[in-house]
């Protein structure tokens, strides 16, 4: 329930025209390092890919904040991508609440509850956690170690959750278990520039 990597990469350069930003670079590097990783951890780096494209894409919509998350998920759905739309969900709380959220709760009251009625229906997978790691360490100038991009976040929002930060590292881990290499050489930390 994704679409094609062409037509991932099509849906985003159409939704960059609508909001452009450094939010699409952000997005391709996620959709790198989510190959990568996938590759390395026994995870389909296709499916991997497009979700990291697209785990941003409610931010077509307009200079948001907890609004792209239910931008995301509903314009997902309403194309039948609902691996897609589950990961515009789960990727901007690792912890899977939305208390966690870092920045404006800018919602409606409809959609926040959108968030939290959701966000209990989902049993995290490998691919929530990889898209929720891949988004902590992913610039729009290419990779950045997370603890730098976790103090960007911070220095931008004021605030930053010492329980999310821990997450954040615990995945860092997880995936390094899982691929048994370091994550900043299994995704070409030093190398890599979305184009």
């Known amino acids: 329930m994704y679409p094609?990597?062409?037509?991932?990469?099509?849906?985003?350069?159409?939704?960059?025209?609508c909001n452009p930003g450094p939010w699409g670079d952000h997005s391709r590097t996620a959709a790198h390092c989510a190959e990568k990783i996938a590759m390395y951890s026994g995870l389909d780096p296709d499916k991997a890919y497009v979700l990291g494209l697209l785990h941003d894409i409610g931010r077509k919509?307009?200079?948001?904040?907890?609004?792209?998350?239910?931008?995301?998920?509903?314009?997902?759905?309403?194309?039948?991508?609902?691996?897609?739309?589950?990961?515009?969900?789960?990727?901007?709380?690792?912890?899977?609440?939305?208390?966690?959220?870092?920045?404006n709760f800018d919602t409606t009251e409809e959609e926040t509850d959108l968030i939290k009625t959701k966000l209990k229906e989902?049993?995290?997978?490998?691919?929530?956690?990889?898209?929720?790691?891949?988004?902590?360490?992913?610039?729009?100038?290419?990779?950045?170690?997370i603890i730098d991009r976790m103090s960007d976040v911070k220095a931008r929002y004021g605030d930053y959750e010492q329980s999310k930060w821990n997450t954040n590292l615990a995945l860092k881990d997880y995936y390094e278990k899982k691929m048994g290499k370091n994550l900043y050489d299994?995704?070409?930390?030093d190398t890599f520039r979305p184009s």
């Open 122 to 145: 989902v049993e995290c997978d490998d691919y929530d956690k990889l898209i929720q790691l891949c988004d902590a360490i992913s610039g729009a100038e290419g990779v950045m170690d």
């Open 4 to 17: 094609t990597r062409e037509k991932a990469e099509k849906i985003l350069r159409e939704a960059e025209s």
């Open 186 to 189: 299994a995704v070409e930390k």
């Open 61 to 103: 919509f307009g200079k948001r904040h907890l609004g792209h998350v239910s931008d995301g998920y509903s314009y997902m759905m309403s194309l039948g991508y609902d691996d897609c739309a589950r990961i515009c969900l789960t990727h901007s709380f690792n912890e899977m609440k939305i208390e966690g959220y870092v920045g």
